[in-house]
């Protein structure tokens, strides 16, 4: 999200006049619903795996409403391609990112467990790491494609935070194990 709304705030001296207010109201739109998922994301951070399941619902209503209030901006400014790739590329950008995140936090935490537990450990973050690789590939390629639909760039994205949200599990369940 965070990427999102940079990519789009440094355009928006570019958008005409006629379409700034509704490019704006989207914008706030965007930063709103910004606030709201980082808040139900911190209040649930210590949270149970229930109560994270619970809130899971919260999450994915706030990233849509977010997503929408998007489209709206790149409606807004009459340029949907080079709007929408950019916001493609800002985004797979920040995916990636948080990939080599989760890697490096992983392997820092395997430095101080056992031999078994380490083994395990590294296991997850080969598998996350592979997942992470095969993301970075898929994305390359529709970057390169830039005939994709927006609706093609839209779902490897959604994809792409699926297979994070997996991984981020993987992890967690790698870690809780070894600190058991």
């Not at 898929?138 to 639909?149: D, I």
């Not at 839209?154 to 967690?172: G, I, K, V, Y």
């Amino acid at each position: 999200m965070d990427a999102t709304l940079a990519s789009l705030e440094k355009k928006i001296g570019d958008v005409s006049a006629e379409s700034r207010a509704k490019a704006e109201r989207a914008i706030a739109e965007m930063r709103e619903q910004r606030e709201a998922l980082k808040q139900v994301i911190d209040a649930k951070r210590q949270a149970s795996e229930a109560d994270w399941q619970q809130a899971k619902a919260t999450v994915e209503a706030r990233w849509t409403a977010f997503d929408a209030a998007v489209q709206t901006w790149v409606e807004a400014t009459g340029e949907r391609v080079a709007e929408q790739n950019a916001v493609f590329v800002a985004r797979a950008e920040a995916q990636l990112k948080a990939w080599q995140d989760v890697i490096g936090k992983l392997e820092a935490s395997a430095k101080g467990a056992t031999a078994e537990r380490k083994r395990e450990i590294d296991s997850a973050v080969a598998t996350i790491r592979a997942d992470a690789e095969a993301t970075k590939a898929k994305f390359e390629a529709l970057k390169q494609a830039r005939r994709e639909s927006w609706a093609a760039l839209t779902r490897a994205l959604a994809e792409s935070r699926a297979a994070f949200d997996r991984a981020n599990q993987t992890a967690a369940e790698a870690f809780k194990r070894a600190t058991d």
